[in-house]
């Protein structure tokens, strides 16, 4: 049965998606469009390029994730230069090892750009806070930048998406040609996408999967807040919830397979083995339940 997918932020969370996809291809379920925010657009991107779940799942448990945490020089031998950085660059760590990650697993698919996919089957959303905006690749890079969608880079895209405020060095520009933007994680706006595959009616075109990184649409774990950093987390986490919340009415939660990720935070970049697999189990433990009752 193919079905629609669309996946949520949620950092290094992701990992529990994997064990949700193994339970969904037992059932003979697989991927038409995809669609997700930050870590789930890295997800969607390599489903779209066409990475089966075993393949994900050996390239995540090989992958180190710290690597991903590039600063610069002078604020890795200089502590406290690192949060005047923060100030000048907008961002604690670079993004670049994460977008040449994600364009190298891409290209040994032999994808490159959206117009490496069939139209519409690959859709990332970000927030470009210059406009005060939503963005969705590559559907808004005409409207809002005049870029032509088809040949903009998945990798850069998937980038931007996942690049949390402060956190990572946002992008600035699109292009030579386009002026100044600051084009940040699409979780600011819309952590979970699931209108994305809806018609002007508001109905999909074939049953739609989304897996959501979190214990239900009205819950939000408690936060220890002991810092600036921890408070912004803590902030941008109550941001993400609150807009999604709104769309996730309790008349469609039951559409949604909710992943309860527990104490594993977005930014634990220094997971070890066992919580990997642990995250795995959760994803499918969670979907094991859901695809007993979904009806579509």
């Known amino acids: 049965m193919k079905v629609d997918a669309v996946f949520s932020g949620g950092g290094v969370k992701a990992f529990a998606f994997i064990g949700a996809m193994e339970v969904a ?20 991107a390599l489903i779209a390029a066409g990475y089966s779940t075993s393949e994900i799942k050996e390239m995540f448990l090989e992958l180190n994730l710290k690597s991903f945490l590039k600063e610069s020089r002078f604020g890795k031998f200089v502590p406290f230069l690192k949060w ?10 670079k993004g670049d090892e994460l977008e040449r990650w994600v364009d190298e697993k891409l290209a040994a698919k032999g994808v490159y750009t959206f117009n490496d996919l069939p139209q519409g089957y690959l859709k990332i959303v970000a927030s470009d806070l210059s406009l005060g905006k939503m963005v969705v690749f590559p559907d808004d ?3 809002l930048y005049h870029i032509d969608s088809r040949s903009f880079s998945i990798a850069r895209a998937v980038r931007i998406s996942a690049s949390i405020p402060f956190f990572f060095i946002p992008i600035k520009r699109l292009g030579p040609q386009v002026e100044k933007h600051i084009l940040v994680d699409g979780g600011l706006l819309s952590n979970f996408p699931l209108w994305v595959f809806q018609n002007a009616e508001g ?15 009205d819950i939000l774990p408690k936060r220890k807040i ?7 987390m803590a902030l941008f986490s109550t941001m993400m919830h609150a807009h999604d919340a709104r769309y996730i009415s309790k008349s469609i939660a039951t559409e949604i397979m909710f992943i309860p990720t527990k104490d594993i935070d977005a930014t634990d970049f220094d997971l070890n083995e066992k919580e990997k697999y642990q995250l795995m189990e959760y994803g499918r433990e969670s979907a094991i339940k859901y695809l007993k009752n979904w009806t579509y």
Do not use: C, Q, W
């Open 226 to 232: 002991n810092n600036t950093i921890g408070l912004f």
């Open 84 to 93: 005047l950085l923060v100030y000048s660059r907008l961002g604690l760590y």
């Open 203 to 217: 109905k999909p075109l074939r049953p739609i999967l989304g897996m959501k990184l979190s214990s239900s649409y």
């Open 25 to 44: 291809d037992e059932h003979g379920i697989s991927f038409e469009r995809v669609a997700g925010t930050s870590a789930g657009a890295i997800m969607a």
């Open 141 to 143: 890079l005409m409207r």
